[in-house]
């Protein structure tokens, strides 16, 4: 039997990497849940719009890390998802999402999907899939 040629370790790689920094900068939103914060707390008895203001900002800050947050979790699980070769469409639909998500994204879905579609790729998550089922 051949060896199949396949860069799913440096994608494997490249999405770790990917997820980290994702993880990284879900922590900047927490800078509008503080700043929200203190929005609300200072003009929580005033008669202008402040306090809702500050209730607006800590609502953005808290969607944008759970986001964010979501999306560094699902690009790590891609990343170990490549190194057992299984899960394919969870792989495929995530290399989808990354288009999304910037130049890095975009560079980076596009080759996951291209490497993905090789039909040497394709046997390789076939078989492991029959592996773990047997």
Known sequence: MHKVDHNL????????????????????????LIFGAVLFQENQYSSDD????????????????????VLGILTMLTAKYLGEKKNYDFIF????INCLTGILGIIMGIFTILELTKPDVKRLFVKQTREISE
């Open 9 to 32: 370790g440096i994608f494997k790689i490249l999405y770790i990497i990917k997820g980290i920094i994702i993880l990284l900068f879900s922590i900047l939103p927490l800078i509008f």
């Open 93 to 96: 639909v995530m290399a989808i």
């Open 50 to 69: 402040s306090a809702f203001g500050g209730i607006m900002i800590m609502i953005i800050g808290c969607t944008l890390f759970l986001f964010l947050f």
